[in-house]
Structure formats: structure tokens, C-alpha cells
């Protein structure tokens, strides 16, 4: 059963920093693309990051260009979402997703599992 588990949310003031981690179990964590969506209340649910299997190529939504970083541990099954610069629009349930393409897809509809989601709230 697979089963991805994210973690590090929580309350932060505008221009501080967060970093999440998901930890897969289940699966073969390293024949994984891994990304990281959010959707906000009343909001469609949005790309935000994504990293190939090997960790070499990396994708990212243009909101967080610049600020997030994503990498992984291959070693540790587990992914990571660095937020830098966070701003009250980043305001949302961060998912963090697997899906079996070699290519850091941007796409939700390519991504087979799915975590519960990590709430991350930025106050002004």
C-alpha cells in the first residue's frame, strides 16, 4: 500500500521560511517522479513543484519561482519542498504526489497517489 506522509506545515510570518517533507512508503520511491501541489479555500488545486527520479531535473510553478526549491533523498524515500520569501498568497493545503513518468510533469492528472496534505498558513 502506498503511502506518502507529509509534514512541516504549519504558521509563518510573510517573508519567513518553511520546509516540508513527504515520506513514501509502498513503493519504488526512486522510479518516482515526486511533486508538490496546494490549493487554497475556494481555489482549484495548483502546481507548485516537481523533481525526476534521479533528482537531476526539477520543474516549477511561476508564483514560486525563485522562492521554492524542491529536492529528495532517494536514500530516504522522502521528498522536500524548501519555501523561502513566503507571502500571504501561499496561503494553502500543500499535497505532496508520486507519479511513474520520467519527465517532472506539471500535470495532476499524471500522478497516481496522493498525501492527506500539510496546511501552511502565512500571516501578514
Known amino acids: 500500500q502506498v503511502q506518502l506522509v507529509e509534514a512541516g506545515g504549519g504558521l509563518v510570518q510573510v517573508g519567513g521560511s518553511l520546509r516540508l517533507s513527504c515520506a513514501a512508503s509502498g513503493l519504488t520511491f526512486g522510479g518516482y517522479t515526486m511533486g508538490w501541489f496546494r490549493q487554497a479555500p475556494g481555489k482549484e488545486r495548483e502546481f507548485v513543484a516537481a523533481i525526476s527520479r534521479s533528482g537531476g531535473r526539477t520543474s516549477y510553478g511561476d508564483p514560486v519561482k525563485g522562492r521554492f526549491t524542491i529536492s529528495r533523498d532517494n536514500a530516504k524515500n522522502t521528498v522536500f519542498l524548501q519555501m523561502n520569501s513566503l507571502k500571504p498568497e501561499d496561503t494553502a493545503v500543500y499535497y505532496c504526489?508520486?507519479?511513474?513518468?520520467?519527465?517532472?510533469?506539471?500535470?495532476?492528472?499524471?500522478?497516481?497517489?496522493w498525501g492527506q496534505g500539510t496546511q501552511v498558513t502565512v500571516s501578514s
Open positions: 504526489a508520486a507519479a511513474t513518468v520520467v519527465v517532472p510533469v506539471q500535470v495532476a492528472t499524471y500522478y497516481s497517489n
